[in-house]
């Protein structure tokens, strides 16, 4: 087991060793929106691929997908979408293998098959199981068993980082998963006036109340009214939920430190605004 590690890393050290460094003709322009998972996984790529671009702004709140000018580009109405030169690439997926292919300087995928298979499996589990966006993502993450799943997998695989000492795909897709989870979901329901907490939560009971058990062992059958700022004090828990998804919980601490990374987060883009 040990041996196979040690030869995968020298294998993948080899690898990026090897890769020439490629550069665009003109500059890219990357149409993203801040708060946006996918674009954000799309960020961290070009950053560490060295690859500099033109952050082209997509207002996804004022409905700028759905303009003229950028439904040319991408007609399913979303970001992220690359462009380089005279090629245009929608969807994160489709554009970081177009990155890969293209720019393979620090490689996304390692060589050696198993750990490859990792690197989309991961992907694809976030994508299909947890989901990409939306107000629920955070709430998904912390309920969804596939979240355990993944804990579970990449214990097997994990090393700094979740497939070894290197950064790869998974990364990719992990890091802004669980920036999510950990920074907006807090933060929204923090900020959410009373009235709207009632609201939102009329909706979903049952996760609430799944959530509460999970988080304080409640025994109480149904969520009330009255257990309100329990549950916020149980959001509020959220950090310490997280202490449920150990591995996850230091990968995030791990992605924090990475120039590359920080660069790409929500709050360090040109159209932040603070929730
Ligand atoms: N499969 C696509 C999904 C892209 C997607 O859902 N993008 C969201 C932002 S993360 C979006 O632009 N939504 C448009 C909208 O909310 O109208 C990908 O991975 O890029």
Redo the contacts with the bound molecule.
Sequence with gaps: MASSQSQSQSQSQSQSQSQDSQQPSSRLQLYS?W?????F??RIALNLKGLDYEYKA?N?LK?E??SAEFSKLNP?????VLVDGDIVV??????LLYLEEKYPQHPLLPLDPHKKAINIQVPQLL?TNVG??GDYLAFNIVLDVSVSALEKLLHRHARKYATGDEVFLADLFLAPQIHASVTRFNLDMILTPYSSFKMLTSNWPEKMYSLAKRALGLQSKFFALQEVPYCMAILLEQDKQFAQFPLLSRLHEAYGLLPAFQAASPERQSDYVKP
């Design positions: 929106y708060r946006s998972s996918c674009s996984r799309v997509v996804l409905g997908q759905f399913m109405s979303y970001v992220p929608a969807d994160s997926f489709a554009i994508v990409s966006h």
